[in-house]
T-cell receptor
């Protein structure tokens, strides 16, 4: 166990809806990164948050947004859901400047 | 693309045999990491090798890195059925603050 938790475990939504996924980072970690993993693929970087601000973003549209809170937990919000958004969403916490990221168990999102 | 590419995509071996997976990448890196994933669950960090290292061991795992060829290999010795999982390499490119993952190798160890 990495100490990183995510909720919910599974989620089913329909096209056009909005979703919020949550991540609690490992104690002492100040950085959270979010990844999207489509079926059969490797994780793709969405964005990273450090000290409550976005600190890097991958090739994802603006309808993917996030927040980081003072306790370093984080949310990933996706608006106007599309079928292709169906994936496992992983968050990873780390200490800024450290090489290693600790991943949570993921949230499986299905968009119908 | 900065994404690592694993080879083979799938590997099936008998318990007790060794398993070797390879990873190639395209950019200069700070380090390369290997992760394991069971049945679409979270990623488990296995080992990290820095750009100035050539080989690293951890238990039954041996990782090599050749920065001139931009490639790495993961060797799992004396495999067990419990090693059945997907294995991903992830590069930490210079100038980036995130990891770039490959598409993974699906390892099946037959008891």
């Amino acid at each position: 166990e990495t100490g990183v938790t995510q909720s919910p475990t599974h989620l089913i939504k329909t096209r056009g809806q909005q979703v919020t996924l949550r991540c609690s980072s490992q104690s002492g970690h100040n950085t959270v990164s979010w990844y999207q993993q489509a079926l059969g693929q490797g994780p793709q970087f969405i964005f990273q948050y450090y000290r409550e601000e976005e600190n890097g973003r991958g090739n994802f549209p603006p309808r993917f947004s996030g927040l980081q809170f003072p306790n370093y937990s984080s949310e990933l919000n996706v608006n106007a859901l599309e079928l292709d958004d169906s994936a496992l969403y992983l968050c990873a916490s780390s200490l800024q400047g450290s090489d290693e990221q600790f991943f949570g168990p993921g949230t499986r999102l299905t968009v119908l | 693309s900065q994404q690592g590419e694993e080879d083979p995509q799938a590997l099936s071996i008998q318990e007790g045999e060794n398993a070797t997976m390879n990873c190639s990448y395209k950019t200069s890196i700070n380090n390369l990491q290997w992760y394991r994933q069971n049945s679409g669950r979270g990623l488990v960090h296995l080992i990290l090798i820095r750009s100035n290292e050539r080989e690293k061991h951890s238990g039954r795992l041996r990782v090599t890195l050749d920065t001139s060829k931009k490639s790495s290999s993961l060797l799992i010795t004396a495999s067990r059925a419990a090693d059945t999982a997907s294995y991903f390499c992830a590069t930490d490119p210079i100038g980036a603050n995130n990891l770039f993952f490959g598409t993974g190798t699906r390892l099946t160890v037959i008891p």
